[in-house]
């Protein structure tokens, strides 16, 4: 019987050794274990968990193609709802969407939906040549801009190029990718051998890029619409600016968020101080504050440059908004976590240099509007963490840059910009997605939009 075989284990670093390097911490599977762990999917007539996928994948279909040793129509298969599988197979969430549902978890293990994903998306990068010879593309001579490389701008980039479109993506920073490239750590997400390789599959496409221009300052989105002669432009332009605490000591030395220390240690190599211009401080102790997957990378990054590494969370355990892997991975590599813990104030020396961070014990009262117990704060129970930095990982929202130099576009109170679930925004020929939209959230979420807009797109184009 299928479901009597025990899901198997993927083979992992040395938690002692990886807190040390940068390399990736799961090998995923080879083909014996895939094709082992493949069988035991049920191929569920009604399947929950192609429900519980957010883009719909249909995942009983490729998993079932990986028993019959089809790597071809295992990548078709995914490659249809997904344009991401290598990434998403790693990064995404999947105890709490596809895997979540799974039927095999009701009693016993779910099937590593996840690591097959990522098995299949890893085998198509490796064939690509072979298994996508470069789609015939009729050109229709209409150009679309996009603004921001992040995954719904590829994603978008990459369907309308499919379409006959030219297709121009500008993007702020010097490296293509966005969070994928400057805010997930390389021991999760390689950057040559998975990032890069997904980018250059949509350069295959006749995507082009350009780095360095900031919309808003280089160019306006207006001036792509008026003057570069773009029938629309998509924007992609995520999440990127931090919120703080707004608690005493905030600015001193020492402390940053984790947005910034993550494009230090990711974009800039300060990972590797022999040879980076932009080194980072971690000095002898780091907290970090929040307990999602931008906390988890900042502690872990901060331990692996050799730092004593403790997050602070003002939540309990069952709270913690990061991948579950995430946790489990970050404990085996002795990361201390300090729950149900509030930062009031930190503390600094006389030069302006972080010394400790002030902290009061918590306890978890009634669901709050998010359904999660709300913490209160335990009357006189302050206490100091020493420690030489801060690092806040406590959510983003929009750059406010591109709404403020695009006439009529519209924003909520939270700063997104208004879209609708095709992406139509207050303003034609305007069309927005990812976390530029929704706030910060998932790579597969912003993937998603970005291939719901291109057909708007596709629409809008056509119809004008
Ligand atoms: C550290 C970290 C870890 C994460 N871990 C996970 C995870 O494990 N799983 C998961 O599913 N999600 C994770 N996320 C969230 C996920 O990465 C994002 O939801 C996703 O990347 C959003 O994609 P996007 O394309 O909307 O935006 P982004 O990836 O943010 O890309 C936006 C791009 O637009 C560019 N840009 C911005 N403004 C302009 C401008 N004015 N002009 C030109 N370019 C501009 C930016 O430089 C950036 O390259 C994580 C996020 C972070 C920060």
Not at 199 to 213: A, H, P, Q, S, Y
Not at 421 to 426: A, P, Q
């Amino acid at each position: 019987m299928a479901n009597k075989i025990p899901r198997v284990a993927v083979r992992e670093q040395d938690p002692v050794v990886r807190a040390t390097n940068f390399e990736e911490v799961c090998y995923g599977y080879n083909a014996e274990e895939a094709a082992l762990e493949a069988s035991r999917c049920l191929n569920c007539k009604n399947p929950r968990c192609v429900a519980a996928c957010p883009v719909n994948i249909r995942i009983p279909e490729f998993i079932h193609h990986i028993t019959e040793g089809d790597m071809r129509a295992a990548a078709d298969t995914i490659h249809f709802d997904s344009s991401l599988p290598s990434i998403c197979g790693r990064v995404c969430p999947q105890e709490s969407q596809c895997e979540g549902s799974c039927v095999l978890g009701i009693k016993g293990e779910a099937v590593a939906i996840g690591k097959l994903e990522r098995y299949v998306g890893d085998w198509a990068l490796e064939h690509s040549a072979e298994v996508e010879a470069t789609p015939t593309i009729i050109p229709n001579g209409k150009r679309v801009a996009v603004v921001g490389s992040g995954p719904a701008g590829l994603a978008c980039a990459s369907d309308l190029a499919k379409m006959g479109y030219q297709v121009d993506v500008f993007e702020a920073l010097h490296r293509l990718g966005g969070v994928l490239s400057y805010g997930i750590p390389e021991f999760r997400l390689p950057k040559e051998r998975v990032v890069a390789r997904e980018i250059n599959e949509v350069k295959r496409l006749g995507v082009r890029f350009e780095t360095d221009v900031i919309i808003g300052r280089t160019m306006t989105i207006d001036s792509l619409l008026d003057k570069e002669g773009y029938e629309a432009v998509f924007v992609g332009s995520g999440a990127g600016l931090p919120r703080f605490m707004g608690i005493e000591g905030e600015n001193l030395n020492g402390v940053l968020s984790a947005n910034e220390f993550l494009t230090r240690v990711n974009l800039m190599g300060a990972w590797d101080p022999k040879h980076s211009d932009t080194p980072v401080y971690v000095g002898r102790k780091v907290v970090v504050v929040g307990g999602g997957n931008v906390a988890m990378d900042a502690v872990r990054t901060a331990k692996r440059l050799g730092a004593e590494a403790v997050i602070v969370y003002r939540r309990g355990e069952a709270e913690l908004p990061a991948r579950k892997e995430e946790v489990h991975h970050a404990k085996e590599e002795g990361i201390e976590f300090r729950m149900l813990t509030n930062p009031t104030r930190i503390l600094g020396s006389e030069d302006g240099w972080v010394t400790g961070i002030n902290c009061v014990e918590m306890e978890l009262g009634e669901p709050d509007a998010s359904g999660r117990r709300s913490p209160q704060e335990k009357v006189g129970s302050d206490f100091t963490i020493d420690c030489d930095v801060v690092i806040m990982a406590l959510g983003t929202s929009p750059n406010p840059l591109i709404a403020s130099t695009t006439s009529g576009l519209n924003i909520n109170r939270r700063g997104c910009i208004e879209a609708d679930e095709m992406g139509t925004t207050s303003r034609a020929g305007i069309f927005a997605g990812g976390d530029a939209v929704t706030g910060a959230a998932t790579v597969i979420l912003a993937m998603g939009a970005g291939r719901k807009a291109a057909k708007a797109i596709d629409e809008y184009i056509r119809s004008k």
